[in-house]
């Protein structure tokens, strides 16, 4: 139990390392942009499946291919005259539409027909739910100085979230667009957007900074309209809450560390109905008829949908996506409250934890590594539909690639850990298994394997290697007369003689009993003699110590054998061994026999 714990603590501690050098090195960035395709992946297949319905009052007015080739034929240039426009802003507004709003900008006069920028202007002092855009920028101030623009297109923000900074998207120029118009009105929204390192549009900030102010996105000043109209929202000011939510009205919008909300996608493209604006130029002269098409109550967009006007961006569910069906998306999310919700990275490694724990007692209690990977395999997949359905059904995004490689690599380190605490038992147990506990020595069966594996080698490459066997001098005597305790303190002493006078290729080993044995690889009789001679002196001259703390000495007899002078068998090679052993005994003993 207590071996369990401390594996699982030290397990835990070496997933926490890793966790910090991944999220302190660059390999985080990468692991980010895996994390933004995970996202990708959710929302393509929620939107392949309709899981999402988008709202059908909002409406695009597409300057799309088509209108662009009516445009240049008709008019003969692009943009086409302001009062053009404002034709079809009345005619929408006749229609009583919700809000009218172009993700165009208006920037400088017309020259050529100053009319047509006079009657726009007067189309913004006319309608109050008519909006534009405008765009911010670093331009250097040599080239365009940064222009001063009224307090009325301001936005006061309370930011009180240590983990949203709104300086991110913060600019130094602007691109201002008509002064008449920017006079006339405050419903100017700004159209800058993030995208991520990867390229891919995921979010859109909501405030944009410039000159020490913020200022409202465009989709952000059309959608605050529709909750006025509906009674949850007035006013110009703003809170941003400790955990990054954005309190508007009765909806806690999300924000991520920027300060943008991340968008969630309700199709591909044209999602929204889309009405190419060459056709609503022949609606509004009459003619052509204007069938099924209403703008009452309607949110009406007007934006570049043509490859050639360079509008197009690549979002997770497309790769051709048109800014004005962003914007589009992002009132659809604000008044819908549907914009996705991040998960803090706190919960991320508390989850990443809990999958390492997981797998962790998977590996603990499945002895099969197939059936723990199938079954630790099985609860990362289940985590994987967790996450789909939290976006699917609560707009949450749970991160995929932190946790799992969190758990993925407590997988592999569990099974390192847990193979070498097995090789380490298997080795423990092949000790015990080979090992005469007392000495210390290898026991009789590994010496009969080492002498079989032995003749059977020199046998294949004709070489040579010798015996030797030995046992102490009236052992049996000495017993009786100090103690069995006292003669296996002998033994031990003179198996650590042995071991420290022979080389470590040497094999020594207790053959039984107060015998023992020493197998000599590669070594033949005179040389194996020689080294008997060696080791009978030195025991002889070394004091053994006794338990009692007292000294005393003992010797040794030996005899000595060698394949294949003596034998070509082990047998025949300890019996020829134990021979000159008992010559030795016979002899005087404490001799090599010969």
Partial sequence: MIKKFVYTLWLILFCVCVFIFIKDTNFRNFLIMMENRTFDMRQSVLVQNNAKKHNDNIVIIAVDDASYEYILEKYGEWPIPRDIYVKLVNYIEAQEPEAVAFDLMFVKSLKSNPKSDKALIEAFKKYDNLYTSMNFDDQDETLRQPPKLPKKLTVNVDNNSPAVDLEINSYTNCRKILDGIINATSNIGITNVTRSDDGILRK??????YNGEY????????????????????????????????????????????????????????????IPLYKLIQISSGKVPAGDINFKD???????TAASLFDIKTVPVSRNFPGVEIQATFINNLIDNNFIKKFNRVYTVEIGLILALITILIVLSENSAFMGAIASMSVYMLYVFL?????????????????????????????????????????????????DGLTELYNHRYFQEQMKQMVDSSKRYETQFSLII?????????????????????LRQVAQTLKKNVRSSDIVCRYGGEEMSIILANTDYETAVSTAKKICSRVSARPFKLPNGKDTT?????????????????????????????????????????
Avoid at 470 to 490: C, E, M, P, R, S
């Fill in 215 to 274: 200022y409202p996105q465009l989709g952000f000043a059309v959608g605050l309209n529709h909750l006025k109209r509906e009674g949850s929202y007035t006013g110009r000011n703003f809170t941003i809450d400790y955990n990054s939510n954005l309190n508007v009205g009765n909806r806690s919008i999300y924000l991520d560390n920027d300060g943008s909300v991340i968008l969630n996608w309700y199709g591909g493209n044209k999602t929204y109905q889309y």
């Fill in 554 to 594: 003992v010797t040794i007899s030996l005899g000595v054998s060698t394949y294949p002078k003596d034998g070509i068998t082990s047998s025949e090679l300890i019996e020829a061994a134990d021979k000159h052993l008992y010559n030795a005994k016979n002899n005087g003993r404490n001799q090599v026999g010969l």
């Fill in 470 to 490: 030995l046992d102490i001098d009236f052992f049996k005597k000495f017993n009786d007369t100090f103690g069995h305790q006292a003669g296996d303190a002998v």
């Fill in 298 to 304: 309607k949110i009406v967009y007007f934006g570049t």
């Fill in 204 to 209: 859109i900030p909501v405030f944009l900074g």
């Fill in 387 to 435: 996450t789909y359905f939290l976006m699917k059904y609560f707009n949450w995004w749970l991160d995929i690639v932190y946790p799992l490689l969190f758990a993925i690599i407590t997988f592999i380190g569990a099974y390192i850990i847990k193979y070498l605490i097995k090789s380490r038992d298997f080795e423990q147990q092949y000790i015990l298994a080979t090992t």
